[in-house]
C-alpha cells in the first residue's frame, strides 16, 4: 500500500509556503525543506484527489536530474541530511522520500518553458497565427511535430489559483534585466537539448518542459524547484509517436484530457476524479521514473 499525502503539517518548522504541489518550510537562515506532496493540479487548479506515491516519484526524478546536469548548473539541493532538519523520527517519517534539504535562493520571477515539439497551447496558437509564443515557426508543421531547433519561451509566475501567462524573450529581458534573461534561456536550452537526448534513448520523447531558477548570494544561476517530471513536463512514447496527433503521454495530460471531457470550466472548486483516472495517472507517473531511471529507483520511491 502506498503511502498519500496531500498535505503536510511539520510542527517543528515554520511553514514558509503552501503552492499548488509543495509545502515549503524554514529550516534556517541558509536552508529550507520542500516536501512534495501527492495533490495535483490542472489547469492551475488544485485538484481535490491526490495521487497516491506521486510526490516521492517526483522526488526520485528530479533528485535523478539534478545530479545529472550537475555539471551543466549548480542547483538547490543542500548536503544537509533529513535527519538534521527533522530530528523527531515520527515527524520524518511521513515525508521521508518526498522532502529535499535545499539552499534559500532568490527565486526569478519567470518560468523558463522550453519546447521542442509542437503541443498543447503551442499547437493552437500555431494554428491561428504560425507562432508559438510569439516565436515564428515554419509553415506547414503538423500537431506534435518536432520543432527545427526547441525555442524558448518564457512565462510569468502566477500565484495559486491564478493561471500563469506566456511572455515574449523581450519582456522576459524587461523583468530579469539583460544578462540573467540571456543566462537563463541558454541555460534551459542546454539542459533541455542534452536531457532531451538522453530520454529519447529510454524510449521517451520529452516534448516540452518547465525550469525555474534562482539566484544566490554571488548572483549565480542555479537550478530550482523540480526538474523534467511529469508535472512539469510533456512525455511522450517514442514507440508509439506519430505527427499529426497529440499522442499518449506518461504526465498529467491524461488527467487535463479527463477534465476536458467533462466540460469542466477550469476554475476552482476542480471536480473529483473518478478512481480508475487516479490509478492510471498514477501508473503512468511510474512508468515514466521507471523508463528513465530504472525499477530499482521506482520501486524504492513508492516503498
Not at 527565486?107 to 491561428?128: F, T
Request: aromatic share 8%; hydrophobic share 35%; proline share 7%.
Amino acid at each position: 500500500m502506498v503511502d498519500t499525502l496531500y498535505e503536510s503539517s511539520l510542527k517543528s518548522l515554520k511553514l514558509r509556503h503552501r503552492g499548488k504541489v509543495r509545502d515549503i518550510y524554514d529550516i534556517d537562515d541558509q536552508h529550507m525543506l520542500i516536501v512534495t506532496t501527492d495533490r495535483l493540479s490542472a489547469f492551475d487548479v488544485v485538484l481535490p484527489d491526490p495521487i497516491p506515491g506521486k510526490g516521492a516519484l517526483l522526488t526520485a526524478m528530479s533528485n535523478f536530474w539534478f545530479n545529472r546536469t550537475r555539471r551543466l548548473i549548480p542547483n538547490q539541493l543542500s548536503d544537509m541530511p533529513l535527519e538534521k532538519a527533522l530530528r523527531d523520527p515520527a515527524e520524518r517519517k511521513p515525508v521521508e522520500g518526498r522532502a529535499a534539504v535545499v539552499r534559500k535562493l532568490k527565486a526569478l520571477p519567470v518560468e523558463a518553458i522550453v519546447r521542442g515539439y509542437l503541443a498543447g497551447s503551442g499547437w493552437k496558437e500555431y494554428q491561428k497565427s504560425g507562432t508559438v509564443c510569439g516565436v515564428t515557426l515554419p509553415a506547414g508543421l503538423k500537431e506534435a511535430d518536432k520543432l527545427p531547433e526547441p525555442i524558448f519561451t518564457p512565462s510569468t509566475k502566477a500565484a495559486v489559483g491564478q493561471h500563469d501567462e506566456n511572455i515574449s524573450f523581450e519582456k522576459a529581458v524587461e523583468i530579469l534585466g539583460k544578462d540573467v534573461a540571456e543566462r537563463v534561456k541558454n541555460a534551459s536550452l542546454a539542459i533541455y537539448k542534452e536531457c532531451a537526448q538522453y530520454a529519447l534513448t529510454h524510449g521517451i520523447i520529452i516534448a516540452d518542459t518547465k525550469f525555474e531558477f534562482g539566484l544566490d548570494e554571488k548572483g549565480t544561476l542555479t537550478l530550482i524547484d523540480e526538474v523534467l517530471t511529469p508535472d512539469s513536463s510533456r512525455f511522450w512514447p517514442a514507440d508509439r509517436y506519430q505527427p499529426g496527433a497529440n499522442p499518449p503521454s506518461f504526465d498529467k495530460q491524461y488527467v487535463r484530457d479527463y477534465l476536458e471531457s467533462i466540460g469542466w470550466n477550469k476554475k476552482p472548486p476542480a471536480p473529483k476524479l473518478p478512481p480508475e483516472v487516479i490509478v492510471k495517472t498514477a501508473e503512468k507517473y511510474r512508468e515514466a521514473l521507471t523508463r528513465l531511471t530504472g525499477g530499482e529507483t521506482a520501486a524504492r520511491a513508492v516503498r
